[in-house]
């Protein structure tokens, strides 16, 4: 939910340290607000980041409703990424079915 660069590369850093910790967990990256800046290749600076952990198997959501609200252009959604309605909603789903939150950043 962060426009703020350095939490990009912190939650970088932070999906290596668990990925090396816990190589099997899974994890889910939803992007919504200012936080679709990461996903959006023409203003993430960690796209190339975007790309090799999602062949780690890391998910990348965006929200469709940040991306209509904020008027972006979806075809500058970088191509890793897959798509959600609401991303509160499927944080709120997701935390339903068990999984953890952890707001990515400082």
């Not at 929200?63 to 309605?85: F, M």
């Amino acid at each position: 939910s962060s426009g703020d660069t350095l939490v990009h590369r912190n939650l970088m850093k932070q999906l290596r340290n668990m990925k090396e910790a816990a190589p099997t967990m899974e994890l889910e990256i939803v992007c919504h607000g200012p936080g679709m800046d990461l996903l959006m290749s023409d203003r993430s600076i960690v796209a190339g980041k975007v790309k090799e952990f999602a062949g780690q198997g890391i998910v990348f959501t965006a929200c469709e409703n940040t991306i209509r609200e904020r008027n972006l252009d979806r075809s500058k959604v970088l191509p890793q990424a897959g798509y959600v309605k609401a991303g509160i909603i499927r944080i709120v789903e997701r935390q339903e079915e068990g999984w953890s939150y952890i707001k990515a950043g400082f």
